[in-house]
């Protein structure tokens, strides 16, 4: 697998962003693919994830703000980001792998990485 990213950028608090994700190798809907972040001098953490089936789960930080989306003709992941706050703020990975279920993704390991985005938040 490859994972290539694009977007991000900078925003000010209450906008929106959207991040894509390319994944090629194997289709889409045999793969599943999440979403972390990390902040300065912060750890890395999950944000989002999506299933082979198209199941998502999201972090509490970020539930009810952010979507996943995914569009397998072409190949592609995005993370819809809205009512960006600034401690949204960190450099943004994509990952993914065919480890796990199909109808299940988790924020355990992940084979594949992109080469991460930064988003900014302003206050």
């Known amino acids: 697998l490859q994972v290539a990213q694009s977007g991000g950028g900078l925003v000010q608090s209450g906008g929106s962003l959207r991040l894509s994700c390319v994944v090629t190798g194997l289709p889409l809907n045999s793969i599943t693919v999440a979403w972390f972040r990390q902040a300065p001098g912060k750890e890395r953490e999950a944000v989002s994830c999506v299933a082979a089936n198209n199941e998502a789960q999201f972090m509490n930080s970020v539930k009810g703000r952010f979507t996943i989306s995914k569009h397998n003709a072409e190949n592609t992941i995005y993370l819809e980001m809205n009512e960006l706050k600034p401690e949204d703020t960190a450099v943004y990975f994509c990952?993914?792998?065919?480890?796990?279920?199909?109808?299940?993704?988790?924020?355990?390991?992940?084979?594949?990485w992109g080469q991460g985005t930064q988003v900014t938040v302003s206050s």
């Open positions: 990952a993914a792998d065919y480890g796990y279920s199909y109808s299940y993704c988790g924020f355990g390991s992940y084979d594949y």
